[in-house]
């Protein structure tokens, strides 16, 4: 069983979800990629991870794409790749996405001009969000669900002003005053007080 997924078993994985997509001559697949499989992919973090979740496509236009629907011509690598490495079934999956569009069309200027590349295949190319993108997901996520989004922040080491932009994106996507609570008080856990009171 190959899960979890680290640095030197990631390239395994989406060589052989690569392979599979060759195979049956689907078409060019193009996936960004956010969360722990980014941090692995780039180096920022050492750690494990159980998914591969994908925040945009990349169309034929060179154009960010929400990755819904999910190609059929996916789906079916996806399961063959999880049923050789004994991976979780939904170990790909386009939940990143969830709400208006998903999270790349909400204010992320410059993500894809951030993006870091990783595999690049005939039949499949995969970039991974940069170290900017992945501090401002990562204190939404952290303030939504705390846990290992925690430590990935932490292990990000953002500076005053890369939270403050963070912290301003974030509640343009949660407009709650709980959430805004919530944000400054994590805040100051992580020793960023001062970030808390430009709230």
């Known amino acids: ?100 569009g998903g999270l790349f069309q909400m204010g992320l200027e410059g993500l894809k001009r951030r993006l870091v590349s990783g595999l690049c295949g005939a039949q499949l190319r995969v970039n991974f969000i940069g170290r900017l993108d992945q501090v401002h997901l990562k204190l939404f996520a952290a303030v939504d669900r705390g846990g290992y989004h925690v430590a990935d922040l932490a292990a990000l080491s953002p500076t005053d002003g890369e939270l403050l932009t963070a912290a301003r994106w974030t509640v343009t996507v949660d407009t709650s005053e709980g959430y805004l609570g919530l944000l400054k008080q994590l805040l100051k856990e992580m020793g960023h007080a001062s970030v808390a009171q430009q709230l």
């Open 1 to 100: 069983m190959l899960s979890p997924i680290d640095q030197n078993t990631l390239p395994q994985v989406l060589n052989l979800l690569a392979e599979r997509l060759r195979r049956s001559d689907a078409p060019v697949t193009r996936l960004v990629v956010c969360g722990g499989a980014a941090l692995v992919g780039v180096g920022l973090a050492k750690r494990t991870t159980n998914d591969v979740d994908v925040v945009a496509f990349l169309d034929d236009q060179d154009a960010l794409a929400a990755p819904v629907p999910w190609p059929e011509h996916l789906a079916r690598a996806a399961d063959e790749t999880a049923r050789v490495l004994s991976l979780p079934p939904d170990w790909l999956n386009n939940r990143p996405c969830a709400g208006p």
